[in-house]
């Protein structure tokens, strides 16, 4: 059953197996915050286990990109379109979230970004090949996050 997100009081529910559940329950509160002044949508979650579909998306596209899968295990997901840009999240127990941004007017503005989680170390499938700039949140601490271009078509 999906949850709205609500960034004004930050809770780890649907999170609590993580070592790192209150800051990426605040990275995930900050995605909310960002989707709501932005675009005026309501950030929703499903848990891994009734979404698969799109674990199963946001997995093939790293794969098929750059060869990158992850061990972690995906608690939350969230996918939905807005001002033609289909959005895919997987949150994972690690503290890292994934998110695809897949616009489909143009495909040069199509990526994968990585945001990591305050506390949680850079995961060994991405330490060698990205470098990570880090980012002041209210809500989520010291946001760490990279991407990359996505080449093909999904």
């Given amino acids: 059953m999906p949850y709205i997100v609500d960034f004004n009081t930050v809770s780890a529910i649907g999170l609590e197996s993580s070592p790192v559940a209150d800051a990426l329950a605040g990275l995930r509160a900050n995605e909310a915050r960002y989707f709501m002044n932005k675009y005026n949508h309501a950030f929703a979650v499903t848990p891994a286990g009734e979404s698969q579909e799109v674990v199963d998306y946001v997995s093939r596209i790293l794969k ?9 295990k995906p608690l939350e997901t969230s996918s ?10 997987v949150f994972y127990e690690d503290g890292l979230e994934v998110n695809v941004l897949y616009n489909l007017d143009n495909p040069k503005k199509r990526a994968v970004g990585f945001k990591l989680s305050e506390g949680m170390e850079v995961p060994i499938e991405l330490a ?3 470098k990570f700039a880090r980012q002041k949140s209210k809500l989520a601490g010291v946001i760490r996050g990279s991407f990359f271009v996505i080449k093909a078509s999904y």
């Fill in 64 to 72: 098929q990109e750059r060869d990158i899968e992850f061990a972690a």
């Fill in 128 to 130: 060698s090949k990205f």
């Fill in 80 to 89: 939905f379109q807005v001002d033609n840009i289909k959005w895919s999240y």
